[in-house]
């Protein structure tokens, strides 16, 4: 049997939310592989340019920014037919963005319950909507959605986000079967805590919505939660997805890789 190898040489892929954290090493670790990338987000404008050119320099790749905004739908479905016109396909579309609130439901405000399952949720549908054509008419495609552990069980205080992220795995499964001949497959990564931008600010959110200190949201709530008791890294996340999006991954399909150090074992 031959070596499994990940080039992507010659791939569009677009990452939403990808100007910080995971979505930006997700890109990052696309364009090592070969493939152009189109990033997305709402961070500062001299820092995404920043990281724009880096990952073009050091990769060798074409790679764009895209400023839609995941709470419109008409600005999600330029950002995917823009790619498309500037380059000719698009091959990946990872759906990564997030945002998060920690509240008791009934302390929950209803703007950020609304946002959260806008960003975390329905612009999946969006971008996935505006993909589809595109990919079935070239008769291949890899879409990905960052979904969580919270996809798979749930926390207290984070009613929204669990919400979303369980709805994103429903999502993944049904548009999985609708496309599941024409050479197209939706998978999800399901992450543990990663120590991201996001979680860093969870942590303080966390110690006021339980009364305790930081210290102990890291060490009894957070890595509580995996057996491990490590955060999970961006390389590890990457390496999922470099699996998914190969033709190593080609039947996968409607499911799922859990990077969570054992969290949804238990």
Same mark, same amino acid.
């Given at each position: 049997?031959?070596?499994?190898?990940?080039?992507?040489?010659?791939?569009?892929?677009?990452?939403?939310?990808?100007?910080?954290?995971?979505?930006?090493?997700?890109?990052?670790?696309?364009?090592?592989?070969?493939?152009? &990338?189109? /990033?997305?987000?709402?961070?500062?404008?001299?820092?995404?340019?920043?990281?724009? @050119?880096?990952? +073009? $320099?050091? !990769? #060798?790749?074409?790679?764009?920014?895209?400023?839609?905004?995941?709470?419109?739908?008409?600005?999600?479905?330029?950002?995917?037919?823009?790619?498309?016109?500037?380059?000719?396909?698009?091959?990946?579309?990872?759906?990564?963005?997030?945002?998060?609130?920690?509240?008791?439901?009934?302390?929950?405000?209803?703007?950020?319950?609304?946002?959260?399952?806008?960003?975390?949720?329905?612009?999946?549908?969006?971008?996935?909507?505006?993909?589809?054509?595109?990919?079935?008419?070239?008769?291949?495609?890899?879409? &990905?959605? /960052?979904?969580?552990?919270?996809?798979?069980?749930?926390?207290?205080?984070?009613? @929204?986000?669990? +919400? $979303?992220? !369980? #709805?994103?795995?429903?999502?993944?499964?049904?548009?999985?079967?609708?496309?599941?001949?024409?050479?197209?497959?939706?998978?999800?990564?399901?992450?543990?805590?990663?120590?991201?931008?996001?979680?860093?600010?969870?942590?303080?959110?966390?110690?006021?919505?339980?009364?305790?200190?930081?210290?102990?949201?890291?060490?009894?709530?957070?890595?509580?939660?995996?057996?491990?008791?490590?955060?999970?890294?961006?390389?590890?996340?990457?390496?999922?997805?470099?699996?998914?999006?190969?033709?190593?991954?080609?039947?996968?399909?409607?499911?799922?890789?859990?990077?969570?150090?054992?969290?949804?074992?238990?």
């Amino acid at each position: 049997m031959s070596g499994i190898r990940t080039d992507l040489t010659g791939q569009v892929a677009i990452v939403t939310g990808s100007t910080s954290g995971i979505g930006a090493a997700m890109a990052e670790a696309l364009a090592e592989n070969g493939a152009h &990338v189109v /990033l997305n987000g709402l961070g500062d404008a001299t820092e995404t340019e920043a990281l724009r @050119a880096r990952i +073009a $320099a050091d !990769h #060798g790749v074409e790679v764009r920014y895209h400023g839609a905004n995941m709470l419109k739908p008409d600005e999600i479905a330029d950002l995917v037919n823009s790619t498309v016109a500037e380059f000719g396909r698009l091959d990946i579309l990872m759906n990564n963005a997030g945002i998060q609130n920690v509240a008791p439901v009934d302390e929950f405000p209803e703007a950020k319950w609304d946002a959260i399952i806008g960003i975390n949720l329905s612009s999946v549908f969006h971008a996935a909507k505006a993909a589809l054509p595109h990919m079935k008419k070239a008769g291949r495609g890899r879409i &990905v959605n /960052l979904a969580s552990a919270h996809g798979l069980v749930a926390s207290p205080f984070k009613s @929204a986000y669990v +919400a $979303a992220k !369980h #709805g994103v795995m429903g999502f993944t499964k049904t548009l999985a079967l609708e496309v599941a001949e024409q050479g197209i497959t939706c998978n999800a990564i399901c992450p543990g805590y990663v120590k991201t931008p996001l979680v860093e600010n969870q942590i303080a959110d966390t110690a006021k919505a339980r009364g305790i200190s930081e210290e102990e949201v890291v060490r009894d709530v957070m890595l509580a939660a995996q057996p491990t008791k490590k955060f999970v890294t961006y390389e590890e996340l990457a390496g999922a997805l470099l699996y998914i999006v190969s033709d190593a991954g080609a039947n996968m399909n409607g499911s799922w890789i859990s990077v969570d150090g054992g969290w949804t074992a238990k």
